[in-house]
């Protein structure tokens, strides 16, 4: 198998396109929101912050899983992220209502950690074949993270249709386990090249990192990324039924966004490699802050539309950062370091949440993700351009 994949290159895009085409679970939260409310009996802000934990647990299980990776390999942080998705969606089942403790724990804990094993070891393992082309290879996969949302929107409603919300977990517990489990099996670093073997080897340590300010600069515009889409999308269902849509358009929202992702992790990544990376985060951060206002306003069909822009631009941002995490502190570490990124992604998706209850904002959090969006911007400007010595792998 290791001298097929050798030869054809492709099997590890397509390997971690299977993957990523169930594993991005955090987009897809949103058609869980309701059936899991139902059945367990959570209110809706207990149900919200099932995804905050889940997207903590992403973050913080990114530095171990990057290390995993970058120590043992992608095949094995990959595997043990698909063992992770299958227990916590096998245990959620097991879960009993009135519960909400319990259910971060067993379900939103090791699907978040799950989830942070497998993108890193993924898209780690796809630059590193394809290190002329990081932003293509990253779009492609991230085309499948984007479409997660939709494909988990029909299973979910086929499942629970079939099975309730309970067999529908133990269902895609399954499955989740034979496609994310078998598709890790394909994955494996490619040989050092005479050429560029080198090359391979240059980048930051951890440590080194830490100690840069652009390590911290990425790293808070990450975290202010979120509210433009977390704070909305665990009650999209809801809130588009308010903007005054059709109940059978409200139903498919979750979809749309999933198609909006997907247009931007493959636009934004491939416009990453052309117009540099930098440029294209300030871009994006403009544009959620624009949107975010407008979101506040949209009634109907441009309701529907806003969504969709705010998760092409909001999936388009988080695609590009694993080709800045590269592109600033090489490939030898990749794992590793962009685990210690992630955790921008967990502080922020706990964090605004958090202060939204505490301010107790509602139509407010339209502006909380409005200004954060604008200070993620000029976290990205303070970051500067990249320096030459910078661009190791």
């Not at 951890?206 to 433009?228: D, E, N, R």
Request: one cysteine or more; aromatic letters at 12%; proline letters at 5%.
């Amino acid at each position: 198998m290791g001298q097929f994949v050798k030869k054809h290159p492709w099997v590890i895009l397509a390997a971690g396109a299977a993957i990523q085409l169930l594993a991005g679970i955090p987009t897809a939260w949103g058609v869980f929101q309701e059936p899991v409310r139902a059945e367990y009996g959570f209110e809706e802000e207990t149900a919200s912050f099932v995804l905050s934990w889940l997207v903590a647990a992403f973050g913080a299980g990114g530095v171990a899983g990057g290390f995993l990776q970058d120590k043992l390999g992608p095949r094995f942080a990959a595997l043990l992220g698909s063992a992770g998705l299958c227990a916590g969606f096998v245990a959620a089942g097991f879960v009993p209502a009135e519960k909400p403790w319990l259910f971060y724990l067993a379900f939103s804990a090791p699907v978040g950690a799950g989830c942070a094993f497998l993108y890193p070891a993924v898209m780690g393992c796809a630059q590193k074949w394809y290190a002329e082309k990081k932003g293509l290879a990253t779009g492609v996969i991230g085309v499948a993270v984007g479409l997660s949302g939709a494909a988990l929107t029909v299973l979910v409603k086929w499942f629970t249709g079939l099975w309730g919300i309970r067999g529908c977990f133990w269902a895609l517990g399954a499955l989740l386990g034979l496609v994310c489990g078998g598709a890790s099996l394909l994955l494996q670093n490619p040989p050092p090249k005479p050429a560029a073997g080198q090359e391979n080897q240059q980048g930051m340590t951890p440590g080194h990192m830490l100690h840069t300010s652009a390590y911290w600069w990425i790293t808070a515009s990450v975290a202010l990324a979120t509210p433009a889409v977390l704070l909305f999308s665990p009650r999209i269902l809801e809130l588009a039924r308010q903007s005054g849509l059709p109940e059978t358009a409200a139903a498919w929202m979750v979809a749309v966004g999933a198609a909006g992702s997907a247009a931007g992790r493959l636009s934004l990544a491939a416009a990453g490699d052309k117009f540099g990376r930098r440029a294209v985060l300030i871009a994006a951060f403009g544009a959620l802050a624009g949107l975010s206002a407008g979101f506040a306003f949209a009634k109907e069909w441009l309701f529907l539309a806003a969504y969709a822009g705010l998760c092409f631009f909001y999936a388009g941002q988080a695609a590009v950062l694993p080709s800045l995490c590269t592109e600033r502190f090489g490939l030898a570490h990749t794992g590793a370091n962009y685990g210690l990124l992630a955790l921008g992604m967990a502080a922020g998706s706990l964090g605004f949440p958090f202060a939204a209850k505490a301010f107790g904002l509602d139509a407010g959090r339209h502006w909380l993700a409005v200004g954060a969006a604008l200070a993620g911007a000029f976290c990205l400007w303070k970051l500067g351009p990249a320096k030459k010595s910078q661009n190791a792998g």
